[in-house]
């Protein structure tokens, strides 16, 4: 009976010694220096388990050794041992990795219908302006606003009067015509290569740029580009060619 007894103590032993040696633990789960609040702490080896606070922050029994699980939806599952390195001022520091949601396949359908106007953001038809042309328009803008009631008559803009005076509004549709002429070039950038310019306009491949930029500085044709006249943009094209390889000739 003694020696059973002696059995049983003894295979007992190494277990009361580990549970003697199991304290509370207290640790922080972060991710980027972050703390992850709600997450899953379990200690595997003594089967206990725990959820951090808003801050990251939990306490455990633990031991060295114990195998530490830190789980969430929103991070990925994280198995580590508890020992004296991941300890930083009595604080037992866990990196964890976001969870990241990878989609199969996400498909872009083009509703050429979804516009401003559609979703009633402006009325329908309405002008609109770029930025340039909206400076213009309030610095020049001489509509009168009527007021009724007991402050009835009629108010004058005094901006466009300063503004002419000043020649702001000379400014202002200067910038004007450098937008219209940066999205002109911008536009036959895109519409034609340099192969395409040399082939159709008979322009010489080092001077295709030149004459982008000869094109756009004529203010009749970047008119017609505008107003989206392809017809007589081509037309404009091909008579503003013949001048500009004449202008090369002159000036070889």
Known sequence: MKSKLFVMLLFALP???????????????????????????????????????F?????????????LIISD??????RIRFTPDIVNDGLAIINVRMAVTELEEIIVYKNNNLTSEAL????????????????LKTASD????????????????????????TGRTKMLRKELQVEKKERVLEALS???????????????????????????DEP?????????????VKVEMTRLAAEYLQRIKNEE
């Open 15 to 53: 277990f009361l010694s580990i549970a003697q040696d199991r304290v509370v633990r207290k640790g922080m789960v972060v991710s980027d220096a972050t703390g992850v609040e709600d997450a899953l702490v379990v200690n595997y080896t003594a089967q206990l388990e725990t959820r951090t606070d």
């Open 55 to 67: 801050a990251g922050n939990f306490s455990i029994k633990a031991q060295t050794g114990d195998l």
């Open 73 to 78: 939806y929103k991070i990925e599952e994280k």
């Open 120 to 135: 009633g953001l402006v009325p329908k038809g309405q002008r609109r302006y770029t930025p340039a042309e909206r400076r």
């Open 142 to 165: 001489m509509t009168p606003t009527f007021f009724v009631g007991t402050m009835a008559g009629i108010a004058v803009p005094t901006d466009p009067i300063i503004n002419a005076i």
């Open 190 to 216: 895109g519409m034609y290569t340099e192969e395409e310019i040399a082939a159709e306009f008979a322009i010489p491949e080092p001077y295709t740029d030149g004459f982008l930029y000869f094109i756009a």
């Open 220 to 232: 009749g044709f970047t008119n017609k580009f505008i107003k989206n006249n392809a017809g007589l």
